[in-house]
């Protein structure tokens, strides 16, 4: 990784639907060049894909919660990942430290909405239970580098 791949990193983070002309502008290549940078990037997993970020007002899911996660034996961080990833209300997820296996960023629609989605997360293989603060309101909400 050199910093013409990490240009092309930060460019399609902005904005995924660049184009190769873009990326190869702000990388300094041109756009086949930038093609098969790109193209490296993705087959050696550096980019594992791309995505449409939506902005969770316009779905009006506006009720929030951390949803600490444990689990019964040792799943995998894999495992764990895949067990969630059919879950939209699910945001963001990490592993964690401490006597929690996981701590989830859930959004829904309402209470009744995000109760529905914690039961579902629950109904998952590895999960044997969880626990959950609801959020009410944001004091600091950085965007992220």
Not at 13 to 26: D, F, M, P, Q
Not at 85 to 98: K, N, R, Y
Not at 104 to 117: G, V
Not at 135 to 145: C, E, G, T
């Given at each position: 990784m050199d910093s013409i791949d990490e240009e092309i990193i930060?460019?399609?983070l902005r904005n995924a639907r660049s184009t190769y002309a873009e990326i190869g502008k702000a990388a300094g290549l041109s756009a086949?060049?930038?093609?098969?940078r790109l193209d490296r990037l993705v087959s050696t997993g550096a980019?594992?894909?791309?995505?449409?970020?939506?902005?969770p007002q316009t779905l009006a899911w506006r009720?929030?919660?951390?949803?600490?996660?444990y689990c019964r034996g040792n799943p995998t961080p894999g495992e764990l990942r895949q067990a969630l990833e059919g879950t939209p209300e699910v945001v963001e997820a990490c592993t964690v430290?401490?006597?929690a296996d996981a701590v989830l960023h859930m959004?829904?629609?309402d209470i009744t909405h995000l109760e529905q989605a914690i039961q579902r997360v629950r109904a998952t293989a590895p999960v044997e239970r969880t626990e959950s603060v609801?959020?009410?309101?944001r004091l600091i909400d950085r965007p992220r580098l």
């Amino acid at each position: 990784m050199d910093s013409i791949d990490e240009e092309i990193i930060r460019c399609v983070l902005r904005n995924a639907r660049s184009t190769y002309a873009e990326i190869g502008k702000a990388a300094g290549l041109s756009a086949p060049a930038a093609k098969r940078r790109l193209d490296r990037l993705v087959s050696t997993g550096a980019i594992r894909g791309f995505t449409a970020i939506v902005d969770p007002q316009t779905l009006a899911w506006r009720t929030e919660a951390f949803v600490e996660v444990y689990c019964r034996g040792n799943p995998t961080p894999g495992e764990l990942r895949q067990a969630l990833e059919g879950t939209p209300e699910v945001v963001e997820a990490c592993t964690v430290s401490g006597a929690a296996d996981a701590v989830l960023h859930m959004l829904a629609r309402d209470i009744t909405h995000l109760e529905q989605a914690i039961q579902r997360v629950r109904a998952t293989a590895p999960v044997e239970r969880t626990e959950s603060v609801i959020v009410l309101s944001r004091l600091i909400d950085r965007p992220r580098l």
